[in-house]
């Protein structure tokens, strides 16, 4: 009956609806019938059809911001940070509706490390738990080989283990500690708040178990940390950081001189790495977000803490009989009122008992803060 109803319709305009319900053997009734149903389907459809045309939209424009790397999970991840309710699934069926796709890193292939010739023992103080819940407690490094047209470039990071934010780098045609070296001093510099000794984790390659590397750990205050001779694992966190720098940035292009790879390196990890990227061991936050809420957790949590609530400085007292001496008067010199009108008779002393101001010295009350977070407080949920 729908094919006859079909028809009519397609040759309304030709012929009248009354001679081709005769023909074909139907109502005219039926006919308007099915076409008031059709309407009603349309209209039920138009709007979960805008819908999905407004999701394709979002999807593909978060897809391109992110230089065509994420995966449905990290789209959605950025949706529901907009405010947008979507479940995974419907996510990941409109990137196949428009051909989209994120990248996965490639399968990793262990590469042998070098080991060097020790004259001092360096334990693993990590033991492959790197995140301690603080930041600025435990740092990662290494270094990887990255090909140019003109020869290798190699990249030198320091990772915090906590954050999973990169502090700082440093780029070469040498391998040589003198890299890890200068990346070292960088993220000494950019974290100036950083303890005092924080734990530096690295393979055991000839560059960090070198004389240099080890009087550059004890003047910058750093505790080394290796793992084992040719266990890449033990260093898996930054060995992840190098699987996405190359499966996500660095193997898409072609680089002709390491002085135009060091400025793609360089631009992707702290314009787009640290600052855009959402990492999923972090909640889908960018690294720089989650150090900013650890802070702010931190800082809460000191206030809350007795020792900076009920914290009270007495203000110094002024010596009674003694007159304050006015801006630009001298030792000695009588005070302004006192030239002019004669001496004056002394203040009346202050009461004993009269209260003191409750106000509390700023300098005092935030070195109470920075006891309280150098000695740690309590987790506070992010």
Not at 170 to 185: C, P
Not at 253 to 266: F, L, M, N, R, S
Not at 335 to 341: D, S
């Amino acid at each position: 009956m729908s094919e006859k109803y079909t028809l009519m319709q397609a040759e309304k305009a030709r012929y009248p609806i009354a001679r081709m319900a005769r023909l074909l053997k139907v109502s005219t009734s039926g006919y308007y019938a099915w076409v008031a149903a059709q309407q009603r389907d349309r209209d039920h459809l138009l709007p979960s059809l805008r819908a999905r045309r407004r999701l394709d939209e979002a999807v593909r424009r978060i897809w391109v911001d992110s230089r065509s790397t994420y995966g449905y999970l990290r789209v959605c991840a950025q949706l529901r940070r907009e405010g947008v309710v979507v479940d995974r699934k419907t996510v990941a069926a409109s990137m196949r509706r428009q051909g989209l796709a994120g990248i996965s890193p490639r399968r990793f292939r262990p590469v042998t490390t070098i080991p060097g010739t020790r004259t001092h023992s360096i334990p693993d103080r990590v033991k492959r738990h790197w995140d301690t819940g603080q930041v600025d407690r435990v740092w990662v490094t290494g270094i990887t080989y990255l090909r140019t047209r003109a020869g290798w470039v190699y990249l030198c990071a320091i990772k915090d283990a906590c954050s999973r934010k990169v502090i700082a780098t440093a780029m070469s045609t040498t391998m040589t500690t003198d890299l890890v070296e200068e990346a070292l001093r960088r993220a000494r510099i950019l974290r100036p708040n950083a303890p005092r000794k924080v734990i530096i984790h690295s393979d055991r390659g000839t560059q960090f178990t070198s004389e240099q590397m080890y009087e550059c750990c004890r003047e910058l205050h750093l505790d080394q940390s290796m793992g084992r001779t040719g266990v890449c694992w033990d260093n898996a966190m930054i060995e992840s950081q190098w699987s996405v720098l190359k499966a996500e940035f660095y193997d898409r292009y072609e680089w002709d001189t390491p002085q135009q790879a060091i400025q793609g390196v360089e631009e992707w990890i702290y314009d787009f790495y640290n600052t855009k990227r959402l990492n999923s061991a972090i909640g889908y936050q960018t690294p720089v977000e989650f150090e900013a809420q650890h802070a702010a957790a931190l800082t809460r949590a000191a206030w809350t803490n007795p020792t900076v609530r009920n914290l009270r400085v007495t203000p110094r007292r002024r010596r009674a009989g003694r007159p304050a001496r006015a801006h630009g008067e001298a030792h000695g010199q009588l005070p302004a009122r006192e030239r002019a009108t004669g001496p004056q008779p002394p203040p009346k002393p202050r009461p004993l008992n009269d209260r003191p101001s409750t106000r509390p010295r700023a300098h005092a009350l935030g070195a109470a803060v920075e006891d309280v977070l150098i000695a740690g407080s309590p987790p506070v949920p992010l």
